[in-house]
């Protein structure tokens, strides 16, 4: 593999610094089937799934994160009748990230697309 | 030695996912009352496996479970392994994300992990906060 370091990118016009590219972009991401067979769609930097129980995933790591500071954004499909399921953030260590899919205040549910994203610093 | 992520992002960006045949279906001792839960094998990450020359040695994942957060963690900048057929990816796997006391602490009588063919997992989804591993199947097996 090539490596090209440089400290500045640009275009000709704007320039930007790298580490604003590297620092910003997403860490790890995934979207995912969460009904019937649990299927991983597409992803970068997962090794795995886990399907610990109904809407309860665990989002484990290739690379961990340096630290559990990290960011992390989630969402869902959409499920009718219940127009307000979420995705919740449950826990996060390094290597990990546990996503809940639930409706507030009742019951967790399955849906057929789920996301996350995580954004900082890697190990 | 490039930084694992660096090999991660090109692997993707040249390797075809591959979905695994595989799950891996545990129970978690300390936690009794909890359903079996299944680990889903990534396809990126498992084209890397088959692959090689891309993932960490597994002791590297083992040694930084015992590094605290902020510390620098030894996997990311280790000397990648060579290829690995499915069947070793999935037991590394299950010793990368399936927490210690299922695959190497517990001492009981009852099967707490077992690796299936995927067609074996349910995919009616009822009752999934009752599934537990059918001990049956394992003694007849």
New interface residues.
């Given amino acids: ?1 090539s ?1 090209l370091s440089v400290s500045n990118i640009t275009d000709g016009t704007d320039t930007v610094e790298t580490g604003y590219v590297v620092n910003g972009s997403a ?1 790890a991401w ?1 979207n ?1 089937n969460g ?6 769609r ?13 809407g309860n995933y ?1 989002v ?1 790591f ?3 994160m ?3 500071g990290y960011s992390v954004g989630s969402s869902v499909d959409q499920i009718s009748p219940y127009p307000i399921i979420q995705a919740y953030l449950a826990s996060v260590q ?3 990230v546990t996503l809940n899919v639930a409706q507030p205040g009742t019951a967790d549910y ?1 849906t057929t697309s789920v996301h996350g994203q995580v954004s900082g610093d ?2 | 030695m490039s930084h694992l992520w660096d090999r991660l992002a090109e692997a993707k960006s040249r390797l075809a996912p591959v979905q695994s045949k595989y799950r891996v279906l545990f129970e978690d001792p300390t936690q009794p009352d909890a359903p079996a839960a299944v680990l889903v094998p990534d396809p990126n990450w498992m084209a890397a496996a088959l692959e090689g020359n891309i993932l960490p040695p597994i002791d590297t994942y083992l040694r930084d479970r015992d590094v605290p957060d902020g510390q620098p963690k030894e996997h990311p900048y280790a000397e990648p392994i060579g290829a690995m057929t499915e069947e070793e990816a999935i037991e590394y796997l299950i010793q990368k994300d399936i927490p210690p006391q299922v695959w190497r602490d517990y001492q009981g009588n009852r099967s707490v992990l077992k690796i299936v063919p995927v067609e074996l997992i349910p995919s009616d989804r009822s009752f999934r906060n009752a599934w537990k591993i059918n001990q049956e199947m394992e003694m007849a097996a």
């Fill in positions: 593999m490596i860490k995934v995912f009904t019937g067979t649990i299927a991983i597409d992803s970068f930097n997962v090794a795995s799934l886990t399907d610990n129980s109904t665990n484990n290739s690379n961990s340096a630290n559990t390094t290597g990990l399955d890697l190990a």
